[in-house]
């Protein structure tokens, strides 16, 4: 396991989430101050202040350029945002930040998972 890592849960994640990270710090948007702040304006803010940003928001990896900032992104798909439909990733996602390398992008879901 790497140090301690600071991972930010963006708005659309449930706030549940947190449990999959043991023994790492996990704010969430809310938590930092940040709520409906956009997500360049977020982004700049989570590297400053985050290892990893945990999100749902596919968007994001097509309108912003990822591999600029200096924060690993983990992308998961869940078919809704109730705790249950991620609580069956909860290791996959713990492993992805542990492992994801600024500018790095994970995807993660239930049938499979890639690195970009």
Known sequence: MRDRLR???D?????GVR???PGHSVRTVSQ???RSTKDSPLLTLAES????LVTIDSRMEREARLA???LGFVIVWVPGNQLRHYEPLFEQ???AAESVKPGEIIHINATKNRRV
């Open 32 to 34: 930092a101050g940040w």
């Open 19 to 21: 449990g999959a990270f």
């Open 68 to 70: 600029d900032y200096q």
């Open 11 to 15: 708005e659309c994640v449930h706030a």
């Open 93 to 95: 996602m713990c492993k």
């Open 49 to 52: 202040n985050f290892d990893v």
């Open 7 to 9: 991972i930010l849960l």
